[in-house]
């Protein structure tokens, strides 16, 4: 039976404890930034994205979306500009474990057995890893021993034909795609209006030299503060990862929770 909304934190506890309670409910949690994307972006596109992904994911496959993780860890320079760019408001990696773990470990004694972490913010990689361990270490430790989580990056499921047909004159690569035609396609295919094209910069993709210096060397990132030119974004580009990062993201969680396709309503 559908949910009286796709958002967990939007349902009243009742609600909420029938859709959870027995395990069966895959949980949807977004993990974002909050970070500069260039001159014609918002500071929340990596939290906007994967909440949309997720949205979309749940009402397919009959689960639900947390509330999103709108901090996340630091941006590095060869992947979010860096740290030091105005705007750009991150946790320390340990405070990120640490919620995320508390996330988990509550929702898991609500009943919940079922996980999928979407990620938005490259950075926050290998700390969702690590909340993840602990948190299924510390649950064994409370008797629970079934919970499954699928972590994940909307990106990824962008396939290698796609690639060529969104990138006909070459990819630069997803570490450089910070503010560029990805996110950007994305969000003027679902936020038009947060979106000043007009106020793009455009430039060739950053290089950086094989290593890192810390503290960062502000010259390294292009002024614009993204990482390559959004100007070959469009609605289109954006409609089309859309509908193959969904589709990519719903087949994986249907495989791996052994779940039942749900009808598609009607204006989702
Ligand atoms: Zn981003
Ligand atoms: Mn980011």
Redesign the pocket.
């Given at each position: 039976m559908p949910h009286p909304s796709a958002f967990a934190a939007e349902l009243s506890w009742p609600d909420y404890h029938v859709a959870v309670r027995d395990g069966t409910t895959p949980i949807l949690i977004p993990l974002g930034?909050m970070?500069q994307?260039g001159h014609h972006m918002p500071l929340h596109?990596?939290v906007l994205?994967p909440t949309e992904f997720a949205r979309r994911a749940a009402l397919r496959i009959g689960g639900l979306v947390a509330p999103a993780f709108t901090y996340g860890y630091k941006s590095q320079q060869k992947c979010?500009g860096g740290n030091h760019l105005p705007g750009t408001t991150s946790l320390e990696g340990s405070t990120l474990v640490s919620a995320l773990r508390d996330v988990l470990k509550e929702f898991a004694h609500h009943g919940n057995r079922q996980f999928v972490i979407v990620n938005?913010?490259?950075e926050n990689s290998w700390f969702i890893t690590e909340a993840v361990d602990l948190a299924l270490r510390e649950l064994r430790w409370d008797g629970i021993a079934d919970v499954k989580v699928v972590v994940l990056s909307y990106w990824d499921f962008v396939d290698e034909a796609t690639i060529k047909q969104l990138y006909p004159d070459g990819f630069p690569g997803w570490a450089v795609e910070?503010?560029g035609v990805l996110?950007t396609s994305l969000m003027l295919a679902l936020y038009p209006q947060l979106v000043r094209l007009d106020r793009a910069i455009d430039h060739p993709p950053a290089t950086f030299p094989p290593y890192d210096v810390y503290p960062v060397k502000p010259e390294w990132t292009p002024p614009s503060g993204t990482l390559s030119s959004p100007k070959e974004a469009s609605r289109e580009k954006g409609e089309i990862m859309l509908k193959v990062c969904t589709d990519g993201i719903v087949e994986a969680l249907i495989s791996e929770f052994g779940l039942k396709r749900q009808a598609l309503p009607a204006a989702a």
């Open positions: 930034s970070e994307h596109v990596d994205l979010g938005g913010h490259y910070h503010g996110e």
